[in-house]
């Protein structure tokens, strides 16, 4: 209801007991037709240490590293980090000029590309990689945002994936692990390995899941966690693009938000339990911030299957993946 008419002032009322056990105050100036100024005080002090930053193993220093990055600034930060950690960088603005470099058979000890992986010439990259790997390894490091796809560098058994924007401590790792040479770097199959789950299923990655969630900060937050416990899925913004994406696709678990635009996940629920049988239906887990008493009554009345309460956490979302597992293997025979 807050997303059609606005708010009730609980976060204000929220924010205010927060900054008063901070020991500070807040409040508010208002003009009628011109707009409000909030103001904000808090007694901090300044930080007494900072951690250390990350450090590069001393085997590792002065190792060649082309950097493949076609936004001039990304490039000049990364080269920036990159050489302030004792490695050094040689640049490369577009996939034509890597290329190049490589066929020069200049000496490098690793690649990092910042810059989607599929397309012409990110296969164009892929397949220069792979003639030098031929020869000799060269580890790869690729920067990519959640969720994009991996092209043929999904191939290169040195890849490591870093999100984007990096974290330096994670670069660094990722850097670190991928040129070490005591240490080779896994394949993409085997970065997360996973325990085995029940017989009806091959693994984790194999289960088919949808999540229905309109914002997309959720969203993101959602997609992390699947993604850390070794899942991907697909996204329906509202009630109705879940129900569409079920119709074009079987899916094992519909992770379903309850209050949604044009189609709520209540109404939601209760179409799918009209449209399939137990046996094809997926497996619903309501999320939903309402923790009151009846609300998980009401999601179980609807036809959901669990229940989980924002905001979600891995091990939450965990426990109801294994649930559903439990109960699709139950529901599903054989």
């Given at each position: 209801?807050?997303?059609?008419?606005?708010?009730?002032?609980?976060?204000?009322?929220?924010?205010?007991?927060?900054?008063?056990?901070?020991?500070?105050?807040?409040?508010?100036?208002?003009?009628?037709?011109?707009?409000?100024?909030?103001?904000?005080?808090?007694?901090?002090?300044?930080?007494?240490?900072?951690?250390?930053?990350?450090?590069?193993?001393?085997?590792?220093?002065?190792?060649?590293?082309?950097?493949?990055?076609?936004?001039?600034?990304?490039?000049?930060?990364?080269?920036?980090?990159?050489?302030?950690?004792?490695?050094?960088?040689?640049?490369?603005?577009?996939?034509?000029?890597?290329?190049?470099?490589?066929?020069?058979?200049?000496?490098?000890?690793?690649?990092?590309?910042?810059?989607?992986?599929?397309?012409?010439?990110?296969?164009?990259?892929?397949?220069?990689?792979?003639?030098?790997?031929?020869?000799?390894?060269?580890?790869?490091?690729?920067?990519?945002?959640?969720?994009?796809?991996?092209?043929?560098?999904?191939?290169?058994?040195?890849?490591?994936?870093?999100?984007?924007?990096?974290?330096?401590?994670?670069?660094?790792?990722?850097?670190?692990?991928?040129?070490?040479?005591?240490?080779?770097?896994?394949?993409?199959?085997?970065?997360?390995?996973?325990?085995?789950p029940p017989a009806a299923f091959s693994a984790p990655s194999a289960l088919r899941l949808v999540l229905a969630e309109?914002?997309?900060?959720?969203?993101?937050?959602?997609?992390?966690?699947?993604?850390?416990?070794?899942?991907?899925?697909?996204?329906?913004?509202?009630?109705?693009?879940?129900?569409?994406?079920?119709?074009?696709?079987?899916?094992?678990?519909?992770?379903?938000?309850?209050?949604?635009?044009?189609?709520?996940?209540?109404?939601?629920?209760?179409?799918?339990?009209?449209?399939?049988?137990?046996?094809?239906?997926?497996?619903?887990?309501?999320?939903?911030?309402?923790?009151?008493?009846?609300?998980?009554?009401?999601?179980?009345?609807?036809?959901?299957?669990?229940?989980?309460?924002?905001?979600?956490?891995?091990?939450?979302?965990?426990?109801?993946?294994?649930?559903?597992?439990?109960?699709?293997?139950?529901?599903?025979?054989?």
């Amino acid at each position: 209801t807050t997303r059609v008419y606005g708010g009730t002032g609980l976060g204000l009322a929220i924010s205010s007991r927060l900054v008063g056990l901070m020991q500070g105050r807040i409040w508010v100036e208002s003009t009628p037709g011109r707009g409000s100024l909030f103001h904000l005080e808090i007694p901090l002090h300044p930080a007494t240490a900072t951690p250390p930053p990350p450090a590069l193993p001393a085997e590792l220093h002065g190792l060649n590293l082309l950097v493949v990055a076609p936004h001039p600034g990304i490039r000049r930060q990364l080269l920036n980090q990159i050489e302030g950690w004792g490695l050094h960088a040689v640049p490369a603005g577009d996939f034509t000029a890597a290329v190049a470099r490589l066929a020069a058979g200049e000496p490098f000890d690793g690649v990092l590309v910042d810059a989607p992986a599929s397309g012409p010439n990110g296969d164009a990259l892929a397949a220069a990689l792979r003639r030098v790997a031929a020869a000799r390894p060269l580890p790869l490091v690729l920067l990519t945002r959640r969720g994009e796809a991996l092209g043929n560098h999904a191939e290169l058994a040195a890849a490591r994936i870093v999100a984007k924007p990096p974290k330096a401590a994670l670069l660094l790792d990722a850097l670190v692990q991928a040129l070490r040479p005591a240490t080779p770097a896994p394949t993409l199959a085997t970065r997360n390995p996973t325990p085995p789950p029940p017989a009806a299923f091959s693994a984790p990655s194999a289960l088919r899941l949808v999540l229905a969630e309109d914002l997309p900060v959720n969203q993101r937050v959602a997609l992390l966690i699947l993604e850390s416990l070794g899942h991907t899925a697909s996204i329906a913004n509202h009630g109705l693009e879940a129900l569409a994406l079920i119709s074009r696709q079987p899916v094992d678990i519909l992770f379903l938000d309850v209050q949604m635009p044009e189609m709520d996940g209540l109404t939601c629920a209760a179409r799918l339990c009209e449209d399939y049988p137990p046996e094809t239906r997926p497996w619903i887990i309501a999320m939903t911030a309402n923790a009151l008493e009846g609300d998980r009554e009401r999601c179980l009345a609807a036809g959901m299957d669990d229940y989980i309460s924002k905001p979600i956490s891995g091990p939450a979302i965990s426990a109801a993946i294994d649930r559903a597992m439990e109960g699709l293997a139950a529901r599903r025979p054989g």
